[in-house]
């Protein structure tokens, strides 16, 4: 073996190469560690910012408007979701999106509308942004239109309200807007009450559109609230129907019934006519959408007579008792007449109600001042707002001022001169049933008895309550008020409408009362405007009104009749087999 | 050469046992992290049945609204009043027919 061989068969290490290697190694292992580093702590906000790009989502979520119940929960108003489609034209073009016209015809077919007023709509101005296909549809429909999958055409969440009672509550309940923002009665007074915002929250969600991590709280949402109204929906299903039958029936121009609980001075009914149905929005006319039993104003006539009365005998320039002349059955003051419609006599202060006499309310009310007339008026509640608390409520109207000639107080005694509203009517005449008290009207369902206000002593109050009992019965004027098994007390009033110049020959209608009289429950007012059929008296339009909702009423609310039948009980006698 | 005999094993064992609290703390640490990793897998699952939940929720009460509207419909006084009235003969009895039965 030669020395070459033999150096060569014993290995030598290459230092070099070495180095290299293990140098290569070292720095393939510290760019590692560096880039690791270099991503987790020198600028670790990329990746994260990727990350959160793919899986974090706001979502939100959304309310529905506020439920309207009646007293006894019955839903007056409830929203649902629908769903409102719109376009993104700008999207619609650069996508290319009338490249499938079926789509489009599909669209059109299911929304019911010309394919071209679509298209129109989206072609127009390709540079916009935004614009609504159609509103206010239905999920099924929208979940349709989803799978269309027309590209730049989006669904949002929307609500729709819906109206149950239709036409029954429609001026009081009122209507929301397309946007869900109440314009009219309920809706418009405690809209910000019924309304809530939804809720944004971040989240984390996996590939599979999973929600697996809940982040912070973008937007705190408020919840709507429901609102139970003082209304019994049975009472004004009732009176709708009897007033909507007397106004087709005297072919009158309007009609309003008011329902009043005479304790606590809630609103158990109120409505009116003509009416609209607020579930169909295209036909709305304003004129039927006035709450017109608390926003016109009329001169009441007779009906404000017993208040006249209550005022003499509060004031003690009348009696109890008294007998009060009205030979000959008319009477000339300062130049002009007051008559009655015959003579009755000398009468008592009953009987004066009952005839509804305008000659012995003129004695009665020129034996007091004029200025405390009217602060007794106003007392009970004439020009006053009722404390119902919803927009567009009237005052009414009560003169004041210094000088009054003696026919002016003489009409003024039956009723002309000032203005009322059948709901503030309605509440003095709760007054004469509640012994004297005058609570706040209340459209809500009340927890508690509000804080009334003494403004009649019991005593009067009972005893022209007592007094009106007459006029329902033989020989008054409203005999079609009579109910059996219920003794009310009401007055008739057929006032003239004042034109300019004077009067006209138009009439309003009314009769207001409260029953039974032995505990009073409710007061009812009812208006009809304008009759204009053969009959115009208050007597023989408004009372057979009053007549059906009260007895309805008193029977739905458990009001025991009087009647003379003996009253069952229940025997204890166990039936056992003889 | 007379070097003592040792026995590998018996020496890792008696290392091991040395250093028996590093070793318990070493499990607990993996332990531990395992438990990490399987808490947030079920908080994850949770916070997925609660948010199918909120949406059976959600789904739930519009069917609810829609049910109610179908039931105030159907219930309405007036349709109530003709179906009795109509189809039944029903009749609301005058408040001087009707009969008041006292519970003892």
Same mark, same amino acid.
């Given at each position: 073996m030669s020395k070459q061989a033999k150096r060569k068969q014993k290995p030598e290490l290459i230092h070099w190469r070495l180095y290299v290697v293990v140098g290569l190694v070292c720095l393939l292992f510290v760019s590692l560690i560096g880039r690791a580093a270099y991503i987790q702590i020198i600028e670790p906000e990329k990746l994260r910012h990727e990350s959160d790009m793919r899986t974090l989502r706001t979502t939100s979520r959304e309310v529905q408007r506020g439920l309207i119940t009646d007293r006894n929960g019955e839903m007056l108003a409830v929203s649902v979701p629908v769903r409102a489609v719109w376009a993104d034209p700008k999207q619609v073009h650069d996508k290319n999106g009338f490249a499938d016209m079926r789509r489009w015809q599909a669209l059109a077919d299911v929304l019911h509308e010309p394919v071209d007023a679509i298209l129109e709509r989206v072609k127009s101005n390709p540079k916009k942004r935004f614009t609504y296909l159609k509103r206010q549809v239905t999920p099924g429909v929208a979940d349709y239109i989803g799978q %269309?999958? %027309?590209?730049?055409v989006f669904l949002k969440s929307e609500s729709r309200r819906y109206y149950p009672a239709g036409e029954i509550a429609a001026q009081l309940i009122g209507i929301t807007n397309i946007d869900d923002i109440g314009i009219e009665g309920i809706e418009n007074t405690y809209n910000s009450w019924l309304t809530g915002t939804p809720s944004k929250q971040k989240v984390r969600k996996s590939r599979d559109g999973h929600v697996v991590e809940r982040l912070d709280i973008v937007q705190e949402g408020e919840s709507p609230n429901d609102l139970v109204l003082s209304i019994d929906q049975r009472i004004q299903q009732l009176a709708y129907r009897e007033l909507k039958r007397a106004t087709e029936m005297n072919r009158a121009t309007s009609g309003s019934v008011v329902v009043l609980d005479v304790h606590t001075g809630e609103v158990l009914a109120m409505v009116n006519t003509p009416s609209y149905n607020p579930n169909a929005r295209e036909k709305l006319k304003p004129y039927r959408m006035r709450n017109r039993a608390m926003t016109d104003t009329y001169e009441p006539g007779s009906v404000i007579k017993p208040f006249v009365v209550a005022a003499a005998l509060e004031a003690g320039t009348i009696k109890q008792d008294e007998v009060i002349k009205t030979y000959p059955g008319l009477m000339r003051i300062g130049g002009k007449i007051v008559r009655d419609s015959r003579y009755y006599g000398d009468m008592s202060l009953a009987e004066i109600l009952v005839h509804s006499s305008n000659v012995g309310m003129t004695k009665i009310a020129l034996s007091m001042p004029v200025q405390q007339l009217l602060g007794y008026l106003q007392s009970v509640g004439l020009g006053n707002y009722s404390g119902i608390n919803l927009a567009g409520e009237s005052a009414g109207l009560i003169h004041d001022r210094r000088r009054w000639s003696e026919f002016e107080r003489a009409t003024l005694s039956f009723g002309y001169g000032l203005t009322v509203t059948p709901l503030q009517l309605a509440r003095m005449y709760a007054v004469l049933g509640s012994k004297g008290v005058l609570y706040p009207v209340s459209i809500l369902k009340l927890k508690q008895k509000p804080q009334g206000e003494?403004?009649?002593?019991p005593a009067v109050a009972q005893s022209v309550m007592h007094m009106l009992v007459g006029v329902t019965q033989k020989g008054g004027t409203a005999t079609q008020a009579h109910i059996d098994g219920y003794p009310t007390a009401g007055k008739t009033g057929t006032a003239r409408k004042a034109v300019a110049g004077g009067y006209g020959d138009d009439y309003v209608a009314q009769f207001a009362g409260v029953a039974p009289v032995n505990d009073p429950r409710l007061a009812i007012v009812v208006v009809i405007n304008e009759p204009k059929g053969d009959k115009y008296y208050g007597g023989d339009v408004a009372a057979p009104v009053y007549a059906a909702v009260m007895s309805g009423a008193l029977q739905m609310l458990n009001v025991e009749p009087m009647t003379a039948k003996a009253q069952v009980q229940l025997a204890g006698i166990p039936r056992s087999a003889e | 050469m007379s070097k003592p005999q040792l026995n590998l094993t018996r020496i890792i064992v008696l290392d091991l046992w040395r250093h028996k609290w590093v070793l318990v703390v070493a499990t607990l640490v993996v332990l531990n992290a395992i438990l990490v990793v399987y808490t947030s897998h079920v908080s994850r699952k949770l916070t997925t049945q609660w948010d199918q939940l909120l949406q059976e929720r959600d789904r739930l009460d519009i069917e609810w609204r829609n049910l109610l509207l179908e039931e105030q419909s159907l219930a309405e006084h007036s349709r109530i009043t003709r179906v009795a009235t109509k189809e039944l003969n029903m009749s609301r009895p005058l408040p001087s027919e009707e009969v008041v039965v006292r519970l003892p």
């Open positions: %269309l999958k %027309l590209p730049g003494q403004v009649i002593s | -």
